[in-house]
């Protein structure tokens, strides 16, 4: 399959650069896939538009301050994205798997670091960009983060270098969902998707019965990273784990009212999970789930997790694109095609796309 079909226009001006105010106002576009009817609501009527016995299942994972703008010995500047630790190989979490700007400069071996607060050494590179490096930090790697970090913004999200580093910046509640768990300090980039909430909006889902269920995954730069290979089939899927506790583990498994995903990053743990689970030794479900979503969703598959989703509009030829594409019509590839009429439909509406834009609920 041409990644190509996933690819389509966007007007810069159509990429939000601040989210609406307050969250719960932002547009949202609900379709109805039996129908093929489109309403355009606004978010804070989530409530009003769910079918009985709705259950919600969201990625609870909070973002951390993984952007570090560093100066090096010879007074450059250097910036350090951290993507995620590497437990597999040192389960104390020193050594991290990052980004850094200007890479080409950082050889295996090479050193770069805060004085007085770190100094890191560079233990492999991948062809991808990617660094390995192994981080000596008293207090620990999230430690640092939270004396000189910056909440990782897409770049598609421009701020001035004196934006950035104030003190107590808007983007360092914006950029995080409001039912966020500190102990769960895990996510590089923010489940989107649930950006929109408001704790006016999860009452009134609560008055209603709808009650919600949480997961943590990891997310990481290549959710939002573009496909390159010219064949979809080629794309290598960047892995990020998940952990879903006992409670929410028994909620999948109890039969009820539809299940809705609340982001891709959340459908994509659910469906990575329903794959495992069938041929997995943990059986109990009083065990939490502990696995890394490899699953790669596109047109025609069929979907297991879910019955309704809740996204934002994604970048042209991303993965999170070809999800919704799959989610949109399951089975078939019709699914590309209408969703690019849909969002054709958005922009010449106004809505405000990427990560602090508007919402679509499909049902």
């Not at 630790?85 to 805060?114: I, S």
């Not at 989107?192 to 999860?202: D, Q």
């Not at 982001?263 to 469906?271: D, I, K, S």
Request: charged share 25%.
């Amino acid at each position: 399959m041409d990644t190509a079909l996933f690819d389509y226009p966007l007007p810069q001006e159509r990429i939000a650069q601040t989210p609406a105010e307050p969250r719960d106002s932002a547009r949202l576009l609900v379709v109805n896939r039996a129908t093929h009817k489109v309403e355009h609501r606004i978010f804070r009527e989530l409530p009003e538009l769910l079918p009985p016995g709705t259950r919600l299942f969201r990625n609870h994972a909070s973002v951390f301050k993984a952007r570090l703008r560093l100066t090096r010995p010879t007074g450059g500047q250097l910036e350090c994205l951290l993507l995620h630790p590497d437990l597999a190989r040192d389960p104390h979490g020193n050594t991290w798997w990052c980004l850094l700007k200007p890479g080409k400069k950082y050889a295996v071996g090479a050193k770069f670091g805060a004085q007085d607060l770190f100094e890191a050494t560079v233990l492999e590179k991948e062809p991808d960009g990617r660094v390995l490096a192994k981080f000596d930090a008293p207090g620990g790697v999230l430690a640092v983060t939270e004396k000189i970090g910056e909440m990782p913004l897409p770049p598609y999200i421009h701020r001035n270098d004196s934006t950035a580093k104030s003190s107590t910046p808007p983007d360092n509640q914006n950029y995080q969902t409001v039912y966020a768990d500190p102990a769960k300090k895990i996510a590089a980039a923010a489940p989107t998707a649930g950006l929109h909430f408001t704790p006016a909006v999860l009452a009134a889902l609560e008055k209603k019965g709808f009650h919600s269920h949480d997961l943590a995954l990891r997310v990481g730069l290549g959710t939002f990273r573009p496909i390159t290979a010219e064949k979809l089939e080629d794309h290598v899927i960047h892995r990020e784990w998940y952990e879903i506790p006992p409670a929410t583990r028994q909620a999948l498994a109890t039969l009820g009212g539809p299940r809705l995903a609340i982001g891709t990053t959340t459908l994509r743990a659910l469906e990575d999970y329903f794959l495992k689970s069938k041929t997995s030794s943990v059986a109990d479900l009083s065990d939490p789930w502990l696995a890394e979503a490899d699953i790669f969703i596109y047109p025609p598959r069929q979907l297991a997790g879910a019955d309704l989703l809740l996204t934002n509009f994604h970048l042209p030829r991303s993965t999170l694109l070809c999800l919704v594409s799959a989610f949109l019509a399951p089975g078939s590839t019709d699914g590309i095609a209408w969703l690019k009429e849909i969002y054709a439909d958005a922009m010449a509406r106004g809505y405000r796309f990427y990560s602090y834009g508007d919402a679509m609920l499909i049902l």
